[in-house]
């Protein structure tokens, strides 16, 4: 895939997005903003200290967030496996009220 090609990719990626992005070493692209919490577990979602604890996302996809008491809020207890737990997620982020829950994309070349 040629420069343009991956430069459009990224530029309509970062469009979608309130907050930017910016692009790591080997392709990886992650939204600019708050920094990763550092109880989610490593993979493609994770939460912001954005995070106000409303439990939206642990209803949508309870068997992928949980609880941190001393924060009041919640974090990526376990990656999505499955379509449905994916699916699910993916729902949780979409409409997270503080825009808390991110994704990183990997591999745009």
């Known amino acids: 895939m040629g420069f343009w090609a ?3 990719r990224f530029v309509m990626a970062c469009m979608l997005t309130l907050n930017g992005c910016h692009i790591h ?3 990886t692209m992650q939204l600019t903003g708050p920094e990763k ?3 989610n ?3 493609e979602y994770y ?3 954005d995070c106000d604890g409303c439990a939206y996302c642990a209803s949508v996809a309870p068997e992928n967030f949980d609880f941190e008491r001393g ?3 919640y974090y990526v207890s376990k990656q999505p496996v ?3 737990e994916k699916e699910y997620v993916q729902e949780a982020m979409e409409d997270c009220p503080v825009e808390a829950i991110r994704r990183t994309v990997q591999n745009l070349s």
């Open 41 to 43: 577990v490593e993979g």
């Open 82 to 84: 499955t379509r449905e």
């Open 71 to 73: 924060r009041n809020g």
């Open 47 to 49: 939460t912001t200290g």
């Open 6 to 8: 991956i430069h459009s």
């Open 25 to 27: 070493p080997g392709g």
């Open 37 to 39: 919490l550092p109880g």
